[in-house]
């Protein structure tokens, strides 16, 4: 397989400007580099970038520009220095009286602003606001974003994309999936990763937010540390096989004008199903388990209902009761070629214990047992 091309991105470029300047490479590849502290795999992108910067400036024509690139001129860390006034501002601002000789104006100005007598100086800073504004139009040209189809390999250091792929993410949208599905403890999957590795990689990904999209919060901190409600609100609102709490019920299906409702004058403030539901479900409150155990099956025949009868819950007859049975008898224990139903079997079914908020929710973990299924 042939190697992948690197892509640059602005994390590279801010990486660089800071070099340029003469700020700390540690502390810029601890800000900017999946990689982190690792100051030898920090300088071997800096060599990376250098190289791709020089080139596409010479592919463009300017060589001198490229040649500009390739230096380091910055001393080392240190504030960049503030323009120097003129010596007429400094006399306009210090001395309008004109109190003071010539010679003595000069010796003061010079005393303030010392880094006028060093030309080097000045003459590196001029080379280095070079490099800068080189960069300016380098990044119009080079930079990229990412975007869910790229491979893990075009953006991160190769042993980092190496141990993704050997865990099964091959590319950004895959990383992004793994990481809503899983949330916070994705990495634990991946060989030789960790906790800051990966909280390194969820960081880079949240700096480009506006190509990938936004990670949901229990991607962003251990779940145990957020409430869970907060959580499931998160979660996109949408008329499929979701929990009820982020479940959209159409308007027709609703169940306003359902014909089991009851006709005479409501004895619940409820005006559809869900919220017919969520009042029953209240009554329960007593205790915690009750309450599970009926959400859990209330939440199945309201979604069974609408995503695969394509019916309100209120107009459900006897025979769509049965149907309801033999879907359940039949769920997780048909082959495809014999499922009659319209949602495909995997759409319902899930692994045991993942947590509500997760787009991996399903409303059931395993099928139902016969007994639960069986005729009156």
């Known amino acids: 397989m042939p190697p992948v091309e690197r892509k ?5 470029l801010a990486l660089y400007r800071g070099w340029l300047q003469g700020l700390d490479l540690k502390a810029l590849a601890d800000r900017y580099l999946e990689t982190g502290l690792d100051l030898r795999l920090a300088k071997a992108t800096l060599v990376w970038l250098r190289d791709t910067l020089s080139q596409a400036a010479l592919r463009h024509g300017h060589r001198g ?9 910055a001393p080392g860390q240190q504030a960049k220095a503030l323009p120097c006034p003129s010596l007429d501002d400094f006399r306009a601002e210090h ?3 004109g109190f003071y000789r010539e010679e003595e104006l000069i010796q003061l100005y010079l005393d303030a602003f010392p880094e006028v007598r060093d030309k080097r100086g000045r003459q590196r800073q001029r080379l280095i606001d070079r490099q800068l504004a080189a960069l300016v139009w380098i990044e119009r040209l080079l930079v990229t974003d990412p975007v869910p189809a790229d491979l893990v390999s075009a953006w991160f250091d190769q042993p980092i994309a190496d141990r993704l792929i050997l865990a099964g993410i091959p590319t950004v949208g895959a990383l992004l999936e793994r990481i809503r599905g899983r949330g916070y403890r994705w990495w634990v999957t991946v060989p030789k990763l960790g906790e800051k590795g990966a909280n390194r990689i969820v960081a880079w990904l949240r700096g480009y937010e506006s190509s990938l999209g936004a990670l ?9 540390t957020q409430p869970v409600p907060a959580l499931i609100r998160e979660r996109n609102r949408e ?3 979701v929990p009820m709490e982020a479940f959209v019920v159409p308007e027709a299906l609703a169940g306003a004008t359902g014909s089991n409702r009851y006709p005479g004058q409501p004895r619940i403030q409820a005006v559809n199903d869900l919220q017919a539901i969520q009042s029953w479900l209240a009554t329960k409150s007593g205790s915690s388990n009750t309450e599970r155990a009926y959400r859990k099956e209330s939440e199945r025949l309201l979604l069974w209902a609408v995503v695969e009868r394509r019916k309100a819950l209120s107009d459900l007859t006897v025979d769509d ?29 899930g692994k045991r214990n993942t947590p509500r908020f997760s787009p991996a929710w399903r409303p059931l973990t395993a099928p139902s047992r016969p007994q639960a299924c069986a005729r009156p």
């Open 8 to 12: 640059v991105g602005r994390h590279h």
């Open 65 to 73: 520009e490229a040649r500009l690139l390739r230096l380091h001129l």
């Open 95 to 97: 001395d309008p009286g």
């Open 216 to 224: 949901p919060g229990h991607a962003l901190a251990p779940v145990r």
């Open 239 to 241: 008329t499929a096989i």
């Open 321 to 349: 009761c049965a149907a309801y049975r033999d879907w359940l008898s039949a769920l997780g224990r048909s082959s495809p070629e014999h499922w009659v139903f319209r949602v495909p079997q995997s759409d319902w079914i």
